[in-house]
């Protein structure tokens, strides 16, 4: 894994969550770039803010245009698919706004018909939806704060259309503090949809869960589609800063985004690691201290308890009657729980091997990795509950 580059160092969440965005986008349209002959994408609070590189490469909008061009080419040379690729990127601020067109106009030579426009982007839904409506539409909404932008009555116009996806920013860490403020509750109930009372019992994990689940399922039922969330943390603290929730009706599509998710957390643990010790080194630590926390090795813990936590969910699921595990239901798994999807190969694998499971169609022993092939209807097999 490689280190995180400099123009990020001060500000690691961006650096991981760009990691997710040009994973899963580039994946997302060299997938749906063979059945559609156009492609949207919409950001609604495009900046540029802390760009260091002249070339906005470390913004939302150089990743997105590098992504859609490349794709292009890829998708015509490799696929004989000619694909026009539309952007559109909405900023309120106006220097930014200024920063944004003068990038924009100065891209002549790009085949990704690329326009912006100035203001706040729940004003001009609207007009939004009626840019995106006839496309499939990939929107990215990344707002600096979170109240009134990211309300599910709010972006209806847009959950509502036929052919879109959503990565969504929940501000966890704000919404988290205006729980317990009197003057947020009203907003704080627009966002969720409903009040949310908490015993004061919960453990931190348990009133994250809790929070970003309601907000989920609000979002959910207006869109109409599935839902899988990511975490973001702050810049070397082990505390959670934001959600990354993400939209789609297509089970394939949840699938892909959970292979990038998890891409991505182990990119934000180096990027954690890494931080720690710049902050560490800053301050001239002893050589033990700078190093004391290495021989821990939290991420074996954690990869061992999503593994229990995987075997345990899949023996409540599997029963003696025989379950086909294909795409839809491996997006089942994948959006019910918090896991990944090689934890899952992986207990498949254990269970397996322990007798407790058993694939009805094949014999798994030689697939060492993937034991779990869902890719319905053409290879896709049966599982069950072993007999032993």
């Known amino acids: 894994m490689s280190s995180i580059p400099v123009e990020y160092h001060g500000r690691e969440q961006a650096y991981v969550k760009h990691t ?20 949207n994408y919409v950001d609604c609070f495009a900046g540029p803010w802390s760009e260091e590189s002249e070339d906005l490469r470390d913004t939302s909008i150089g990743i997105s245009l590098r992504l859609m061009k490349d794709c292009a080419k890829s998708l015509e040379e490799v696929h004989n698919c000619k694909v026009k690729f539309r952007a559109l990127y909405i900023e ?6 200024l920063k944004l067109k003068n990038f924009l106009d100065s891209d002549t030579s790009s085949n990704v018909a690329a326009s912006c426009i100035q203001g706040d982007y729940t004003t001009k839904i609207a007009d939004i939806a009626a840019w995106a409506s006839h496309n499939f539409t990939f929107f990215f909404i990344d707002p600096k704060g979170w109240r009134k932008v990211i309300n599910a009555p709010v972006l209806a116009p847009l959950l509502t259309l036929n052919k879109t996806e959503f990565l969504i920013n929940l501000m966890y860490d704000f919404v988290n ?4 403020m009197k003057a947020q509750q009203a907003n704080v109930e627009e966002l969720l949809g409903k009040p949310v009372n908490f015993s004061g019992d919960e453990s931190a994990v348990q009133r994250q869960q809790i929070i970003v689940s309601q907000y989920r ?4 039922n207006l869109y109409g589609g599935r839902s899988a969330h990511v975490t973001v943390e702050r810049p070397g603290m082990d505390r959670v800063l934001y959600f990354l929730i993400y939209l789609t009706r297509h089970p394939k599509g949840l699938i892909v985004f959970k292979e990038a998710a998890e891409q991505m957390h182990m990119v934000q643990r180096v990027s954690q690691f890494e931080t720690k010790l710049r902050h560490q080194s800053s301050k001239r630590a002893p050589i033990d201290d700078l190093f004391g926390d290495i021989e821990e090795q939290p991420e074996m813990a954690c990869a061992q308890d999503n593994l229990t936590l995987a075997k345990s969910y899949l023996l409540t ?13 491996w997006a089942s798994f994948l959006e019910q729980t918090d896991l990944y999807p090689s934890d899952f190969q992986l207990a ?15 014999d798994v022993k030689g ?6 092939r869902p890719n319905w209807p053409r290879a896709s097999e049966r599982w069950a509950l072993g007999t032993d």
């Open 20 to 39: 997710i965005l040009k994973t899963y986008l580039q994946r997302l349209f060299m997938i749906i770039g063979r059945n559609e002959t156009v492609i």
């Open 92 to 97: 309120k601020n106006k220097d930014a706004f």
């Open 177 to 180: 503090r205006a729980m317990s």
């Open 217 to 220: 399922q609000t979002i959910g």
């Open 317 to 329: 699921q599997l029963s003696s009657s025989p379950m086909l595990i294909d795409n839809e239901c």
């Open 348 to 362: 498949f694998k254990e269970l397996a091997k322990e007798g407790k499971i058993v694939n009805l169609d094949a």
């Open 367 to 372: 697939r060492t990795k993937k034991p779990v």
